[in-house]
């Protein structure tokens, strides 16, 4: 493996990222940068490479070629250590079936290391994210919008420097959405860098201050997120991915 650059200060910096799998490039030369205390949406069609993008910067897929710094860690060299310090909402799965909202929380704080006042947080989130009624209910018996409200949940649970949300607004109802703004607000607020991947462009818009249009794999715009508002802004993005 060729040298690494030297650590960037910037949470989550990207350079150069190719994702091949065989023939197939997911993603193609990526550049991204998201400062502390910003929030970036990943938009685009199924299959543009947002999800991939957040697997490697999640340290659950190693990259084929490019350099991927998050919260100062390599995530090419060390994902287990990038895994310690993002908080990662993966698009589908990522619950243990037989197990409670409350046993996850537990878990999470055991191999976070976090120190008491974790069940505080924990009654919190569980009481905003409308989920308190069910923290004893395993979730093999969740609906689809109550999984995702669980995974955004534990992802912002340990207050990472970096939360990275991959489709964190499929199928969840309005109070969810709610939720989670106000936690993307909250995360922001405290330096975390934010990174948001949605195929939802006007939920895209209200949670991120820029926008990163994502087709086959390769950046075909980026701009303040306000300029994708309203149905001027929905006509530019069709146009971007046609």
Sequence with gaps: MSASPAPTTTPVDVRGLRVTFGLVHAVDNLDLRV???GSVALVGRNGAGKSTTLRVLGGVLPPSSGTVWVGGVDAAREPRRAREVVGY???VGGLIPRATPW???QLAARLRGMGPGWEERATDLL???DLAGAADRITSGFSHGMGRRLSVLLAAFHEPA???LDEPFDGVD???VEATLEEIRRARMRGAAVLVSTHLLQLAVSA????????SGQVVAASPSGELAGEAGAARYRELLT
Excluded at 208 to 215: G, H, M, S, T
């Design 174 to 176: 309005p109070l969810g």
């Design 89 to 91: 909402c993966p698009d």
């Design 103 to 105: 046993e996850h929380l």
């Design 127 to 129: 009481t905003r994210f």
């Design 208 to 215: 991120c201050d820029e926008a990163v249009v994502l087709r």
């Design 162 to 164: 970096v939360l990275l």
């Design 35 to 37: 400062p502390a205390g």
